[in-house]
């Protein structure tokens, strides 16, 4: 059983930044995809960031340049740096992880079977 625990979130000024950390419990011996997605109140949950378990990773074109997925092995933990925030950022940020035979990680939400309970990024204007 995959097991996803993030955590970072919180209030932070417009141009501010913050960095999300996701505890996984992730048979590294199974390829992966992992991935950050996000859902505003009233919105639907949509994607941010991937990255595979040979470390390659996409972007949402509105966070290119700013935020920056990543994977600290050793302590099993997924990251997302984030800088220049803007008030649009202001979401719930999920953590979300699935096998992958092919490699290839999609970017819908369906496209990954486990889910973290969440953390919430706040962003003033």
């Known amino acids: 059983q995959v097991q996803l625990v993030e955590s970072g979130g919180g209030s932070v000024q417009a141009g501010g930044s913050l960095r999300l950390s996701c505890a996984a419990s992730?048979?590294?011996?199974?390829?992966?995809?992992m991935g950050w997605f996000r859902q505003a109140p009233g919105k639907e949950r949509g994607w941010v960031a991937t990255i595979t378990s040979g470390g390659s990773t996409s972007y949402t074109d509105s966070v290119k340049g700013r935020f920056t997925i990543s994977r600290d092995n050793p302590r099993n933990t997924l990251l997302l740096q984030m800088n220049s925030l803007k008030p649009e950022d202001a979401a719930m940020y999920y953590c979300?992880?699935?096998?992958?035979?092919?490699?290839?990680?999609?970017?819908?939400?369906?496209?990954?079977?486990?889910w973290g309970q969440g953390t919430q990024v706040t962003v003033s204007s």
């Open positions: 992730i048979y590294t011996y199974t390829p992966y995809c």
């Open positions: 979300a992880a699935t096998s992958t035979i092919t490699g290839y990680c999609g970017s819908a939400p369906r496209d990954f079977r486990y």
